[in-house]
């Protein structure tokens, strides 16, 4: 037995602050500060603010185009109707994901088809793809979630193989690879978040990146203003929609983007920082038989969005993985389960008389959104029964990695305590 646990009425294990995020200096105060000043609070074209960080972020990134937007959630409803998507049609989509790129799918006006992920995976299964394709299917979303890097050369194979567009999700993902390209640029558009918890921030916002112009023209169509419409848009076949587009009103705020331009010079180094806390803390937990990590394919690296592992409850000693979490919480940790909730069972994806208040459901072309019983999706079931997701600094924090290693270490020390405690009803 080890030191008492902090569950049991022990001192806690991590005594060193956890530094506050998002991490804001003086470059992201100056950059706001400056398009105040500047009037230019609103931008209904591709004025100052806006330019640069497209042209900022395509530089970054690797592609023709970037075009920046009000949020992760507008860049995939705009990549949905980029890609071709439209009223009756059908997208794949994992089902462990967040919420927001599934509503996404009825904001286009299609169905999502909720699909498994691939075995001991956080990604959409390509078999899956194989399975679920109809003559309806328009598009595939794959989400590199919790920024584990999606298998994207199964994915990107049964697409081909099924002449499909893909649409990654990398608002968890921010500067990480897949196979030595970064993700956002593997499929056809790449979708991306800057809500203030992500790996790098706007406070609020999104973009979207392609190599493709009819994409990037057409991406535009649902949210952007007149004014930006019948500036970009040149193609013939879009052409018809420079009048008013969508009018979702999309487009993303000034200080947003300058905001975005000041975080993007950070990011390699919020990246770095983390990799060397992950590598530092799974150093120290590396003999501890119930715990393991997300495989990557050569040459990848992680984004960074909560940090997930896989834990085993029959190697530890059959304790629950929640009641391993509470303890490891009593001590100090920020370590949580299964992550979010599984989506497909919320009322409003059961309930066609709830969905149907918000959204159009059903298609005379016989398309229909079909709720998902629980336990048919094995894989997802599996990953959300032993998933652990770790928080990690933004900045290198070797000594609090060291007290979190041995918060878990002293838990470990502790299973069969862990596996007895009951909590006292209040």
């Known amino acids: 037995m080890g030191e008492q646990l902090a569950l049991l009425g022990g001192e806690k294990t991590v005594r060193l602050p956890w530094p506050a995020y998002p991490m804001i200096n003086h470059e992201e105060v100056s950059a706001a500060v400056r398009v105040v000043m500047s009037g230019a609070l609103s931008d209904c074209g591709r004025g100052e603010f806006i330019a640069a960080m497209e042209d900022d ?8 185009y970037a075009l920046g937007l009000g949020s992760g959630t507008a860049s995939i409803h705009s990549a949905l109707f980029a890609v071709g998507v439209k009223p009756g049609s ?96 593997i499929g056809d558009i790449g979708c991306f978040s800057l809500q203030g918890s992500k790996a790098m921030i706007a406070g609020e916002g999104g973009f979207l990146l392609t190599n493709e112009e009819r994409y990037f023209q057409r991406a535009m169509v649902p949210g952007l203003h007149p004014s930006r419409l019948g500036e970009g848009i040149i193609m013939e076949e879009v052409k018809p929609f420079a009048a008013a587009g969508g009018m979702y009103m999309y487009r993303m705020p000034t200080i947003a983007a300058a905001i975005a331009c000041a975080q993007l010079k950070k990011l390699s180094a919020f990246n770095a920082a983390r990799q060397a806390n992950f590598e530092r803390l799974t150093a120290q937990l590396s003999d501890l038989p119930f715990l393991s990590w997300p495989a990557l394919a050569e040459g990848s690296v ?4 909560g940090t997930p592992g896989f834990y085993d409850e029959t190697r530890a000693h059959g304790v629950p993985r929640d009641k391993f979490v509470q303890a490891c919480q009593a001590e100090g940790m920020p370590l949580s389960g299964e992550g979010y909730t599984d989506y497909s069972q919320l009322p409003t994806l059961q309930d066609m008389s709830l969905l149907g208040q918000m959204f159009s459901y059903s298609y005379p072309n016989g398309v229909a959104f079909a709720p998902i019983k629980q336990g048919t999706l094995p894989n997802n079931d599996e990953i959300r029964r032993t998933m652990l997701l770790f928080a990690l600094p933004a900045v290198e924090l070797p000594q609090l990695m060291d007290q979190c290693a041995a918060a878990m270490r002293k838990v470990a020390a502790n299973l069969d305590a862990v596996a007895a405690y009951e909590p006292v009803a209040v």
């Open 57 to 64: 972020f395509s530089a970054y990134f690797g592609t023709k």
């Open 90 to 185: 059908e997208v794949l989509i994992a089902n462990h994901n967040w919420i927001s790129p599934i509503m996404a799918v009825f904001q286009a006006g299609a169905v999502p088809v909720l699909c498994d992920v691939a075995p001991r995976s956080f990604s959409i299964d390509p078999a899956e793809i194989r399975r679920k394709v109809t003559q309806h299917t328009r598009a595939i979303i794959a989400t590199h979630l919790w920024g584990i890097p999606a298998e994207m050369d199964g994915i990107m194979a049964a697409a081909r193989e099924l002449n499909l567009p893909v649409i990654e999700d990398v608002s968890h993902a921010h500067g990480g690879k897949y196979k030595d390209r970064y993700l956002g640029t």
């Open 302 to 305: 992680h984004g960074w969005y």
